[in-house]
């Protein structure tokens, strides 16, 4: 009897090697664990065993069984190992090749510095005023104290959007920032119209002009305006404020004038230059050899425009200033045509 089972345990075991696959191995379990299999039939012969032979027989055939079962385990896990290793293999997955980079795009170059002007001026206490684009005559000549006609106007050649005939008052794009000076102190003096609070504002945005497209102007180009309104602001509160933000904005040691200018909704008025950045102030092409690089339009709130407003410009005073930032970075880069901006060539745009 315990020969034979230990033939059967050869058998068994014999057979099991050469398996490869799961199908072989439920045929191998069903044929030597399983109901009809000879070591089963050892066990159900067991009540025809003599006293003595029984718990000998008894403990070989339970060591076959445990023996038949967990070579059956092993078989059984490493037929899973050979079917992962083949798909893994089959994959054919190199890791050591080098990653896919992700493009995650950039801010567009007038963006950038935009909000770079726009961090430095809300360093400085400004706060950011958003207006619209599409503006109304009044707001964007006549309340800036441009009246109909006036020469000034033809600085600023409008874009019109075309809508019933509105007279004196047509609808147009903004050609500047600055009506938006008008909506900004509007809005502040409705909060308290006899004490209205004191302004301190920036308004970014994008401005249209009707220009021919050439190297130096566009039909579109953003502007930055500063705005601050308040009882007893002095022209030194604008010089010191603009030369504050040319020392953020251009370095330390940046040299800056002013010159006197006109604009009709600032009185007196200046233009800013900063010596250039390029040459040093010695004269180059960027500068056209005078060594400064003009900056920006500034000067003190027109009274006419405080009115305008709802501030009683008997109490109080305030200062402007407007520069487009898309000059400062074609200054800076020395970029010599503004088409670059709008032309969409990702070649120019890739730089910034
Ligand atoms: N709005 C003027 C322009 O577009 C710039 C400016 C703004 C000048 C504020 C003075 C004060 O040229």
């Given at each position: 009897?315990?020969?034979?089972?230990?033939?059967i345990e050869?058998?068994?075991?014999?057979?099991?090697?050469?398996?490869?696959?799961?199908?072989?191995?439920?045929?191998?379990?069903?044929?030597?664990?399983g109901r009809?299999?000879?070591?089963?039939?050892?066990?159900?012969?067991?009540?025809?065993?003599?006293?003595?032979?029984k718990?000998?027989?008894?403990?070989?055939?339970?060591?076959?069984?445990?023996?038949?079962?967990?070579?059956?385990?092993?078989?059984?896990?490493?037929?899973?190992?050979?079917?992962?290793a083949?798909?893994?293999a089959?994959?054919?997955?190199?890791?050591?090749?080098?990653?896919?980079?992700?493009?995650?795009?950039?801010?567009?170059?007038?963006?950038q510095?935009?909000?770079?002007?726009?961090a430095?001026?809300?360093?400085?206490?400004?706060?950011?005023?958003?207006?619209?684009?599409?503006?109304?005559d009044?707001?964007?000549?006549?309340?800036l104290?441009?009246?109909?006609?006036?020469?000034?106007?033809?600085?600023?050649?409008?874009?019109y959007?075309?809508?019933?005939?509105?007279?004196?008052?047509?609808?147009?794009?903004?050609?500047?920032?600055?009506?938006?000076q008008?909506?900004?102190?509007r809005?502040?003096a409705?909060?308290?119209?006899?004490?209205?609070?004191?302004?301190?504002?920036?308004?970014?945005?994008?401005?249209?002009?009707?220009?021919?497209?050439?190297?130096r102007?566009?039909?579109?180009?953003?502007?930055?305006?500063?705005?601050?309104?308040?009882?007893g602001?002095t022209?030194?509160?604008?010089?010191?404020?603009?030369?504050?933000?040319?020392?953020?904005?251009?370095?330390?040691?940046?040299r800056?004038?002013?010159?006197?200018?006109?604009?009709?909704?600032?009185?007196?008025?200046?233009?800013?230059?900063a010596?250039?950045?390029v040459?040093?102030?010695?004269g180059?092409g960027?500068?056209?050899?005078?060594?400064?690089?003009e900056?920006?339009?500034?000067?003190?709130?027109?009274?006419?425009?405080?009115?305008?407003?709802?501030?009683?410009?008997?109490?109080y005073?305030?200062?402007?200033?407007?520069?487009?930032?898309?000059?400062?970075?074609?200054l800076?880069?020395?970029?010599?045509?503004?088409?670059y901006?709008w032309g969409?060539?990702?070649?120019?745009?890739?730089?910034?």
């Amino acid at each position: 009897m315990l020969d034979q089972l230990n033939e059967i345990e050869k058998a068994a075991l014999d057979s099991l090697q050469s398996i490869t696959d799961q199908a072989a191995l439920d045929a191998w379990r069903i044929a030597h664990t399983g109901r009809s299999s000879p070591l089963m039939a050892v066990f159900s012969g067991f009540g025809k065993l003599s006293k003595e032979e029984k718990p000998v027989v008894g403990q070989a055939a339970n060591r076959v069984k445990v023996a038949l079962e967990s070579a059956l385990e092993e078989k059984s896990a490493a037929i899973k190992n050979a079917a992962l290793a083949k798909s893994i293999a089959e994959e054919k997955l190199d890791v050591t090749l080098p990653g896919r980079a992700v493009k995650i795009g950039r801010l567009h170059p007038a963006t950038q510095q935009l909000r770079s002007v726009l961090a430095i001026l809300a360093e400085m206490g400004f706060q950011v005023y958003t207006s619209r684009e599409v503006e109304t005559d009044e707001m964007n000549f006549q309340m800036l104290n441009f009246p109909p006609d006036h020469p000034a106007r033809e600085m600023q050649d409008s874009l019109y959007v075309e809508t019933a005939d509105r007279g004196e008052n047509p609808i147009l794009m903004r050609t500047h920032t600055s009506p938006g000076q008008i909506h900004a102190m509007r809005e502040a003096a409705a909060t308290n119209p006899q004490n209205p609070p004191p302004i301190r504002i920036v308004l970014p945005g994008m401005c249209f002009r009707n220009e021919q497209i050439t190297a130096r102007s566009e039909i579109q180009f953003n502007q930055v305006e500063g705005l601050a309104v308040g009882e007893g602001i002095t022209f030194a509160d604008l010089k010191g404020t603009l030369a504050d933000f040319a020392r953020r904005m251009f370095g330390q040691d940046a040299r800056i004038r002013f010159r006197a200018s006109y604009f009709p909704f600032t009185e007196p008025s200046a233009e800013m230059d900063a010596e250039c950045f390029v040459c040093g102030g010695k004269g180059c092409g960027v500068c056209k050899n005078s060594g400064w690089l003009e900056i920006l339009g500034c000067g003190m709130v027109h009274p006419n425009v405080l009115q305008n407003g709802g501030y009683d410009p008997k109490r109080y005073t305030g200062f402007a200033f407007g520069m487009g930032p898309e000059r400062q970075l074609m200054l800076r880069n020395k970029i010599n045509d503004i088409r670059y901006f709008w032309g969409n060539d990702v070649r120019f745009l890739e730089q910034f």
